[in-house]
C-alpha cells in the first residue's frame, strides 16, 4: 500500500519532495525528525477521517490512537524548535492509502497508517546521534508496532505482526 501523501494538484511532501516524501536512506538525523514529524501529521489527520467510519468496538482505540499521534506530533515539533529548526507543516489535507467506506476498511488504514509512521520512526533510530532522541524514537516505533498488530487482532489478520516493523 502506498504511503499517505498530501492531496492537491501539485501533491508534494513538506520536505518538497513529490510522492511519499524523501528516499529515507539519504536522510540525517533532522530530515529524519522532520520526515517523523510529517507522518505524524498524517497520521492525526487520517485518524480524524476513521472516527466517522469506526464502529462501537473500535471507536474507543481510534480516539486513543488519535491522541498518541496528536501528544507525539506536538513533541516532536518541540524537539524541532527548540532545536533552532521551524518544524513542518501540515499539509491541508492527506491521502488515505485505501479508500474507507466501513469499520473493517478504516482499521485496515488505521494499521497503514502505523506501518507507515514506524518506517519514519525507524529512520530516526538509524540516524539519531542523541540518546534521548533514539529512545523517544524506540518507544514510538514500538507504540506504532503493537497498535499496527492490534489493528490486525481486531480485523483477524494473520500474522498480526510484522518481523522487523519499520524496516525499509
Known amino acids: ?100 467506506d466501513s469499520s473493517a476498511s478504516a482499521l485496515r488504514v488505521a494499521a497503514i497508517i502505523e506501518d507507515d509512521c514506524a518506517r519514519a520512526w525507524h529512520a530516526v533510530i538509524v540516524r539519531a546521534t542523541a540518546r534521548t532522541v533514539r529512545e523517544a524514537a524506540i518507544d514510538a516505533l514500538s507504540e506504532c508496532a503493537r497498535t499496527a498488530a492490534s489493528w490486525r487482532i481486531a480485523l483477524g489478520d494473520q500474522p498480526a505482526t510484522e518481523p522487523f516493523p519499520g524496516s525499509p
Not at 75 to 82: F, I, K, N, P
Not at 85 to 90: D, S, T, Y
Open 1 to 100: 500500500m502506498p504511503p499517505l501523501r498530501p492531496l492537491g494538484p501539485h501533491a508534494r511532501d513538506s520536505h518538497g519532495s513529490p510522492g511519499p516524501g524523501n528516499d529515507p536512506a539519504s536522510l540525517d538525523e533532522a530530515s529524519a525528525l522532520a520526515r517523523a514529524l510529517d507522518r505524524e501529521h498524517a497520521a492525526v489527520y487520517v485518524y480524524g477521517m476513521l472516527q466517522a467510519f469506526a464502529d462501537a468496538s473500535a471507536r474507543a482505540g481510534v480516539g486513543a490512537a488519535l491522541a498518541v499521534h496528536r501528544a507525539r506530533r506536538d513533541a516532536v515539533a518541540e524537539l524541532l524548535a527548540t532545536r533552532g529548526m521551524a518544524p513542518v507543516i501540515a499539509a491541508p489535507a492527506y491521502e488515505p492509502p485505501a479508500d474507507i
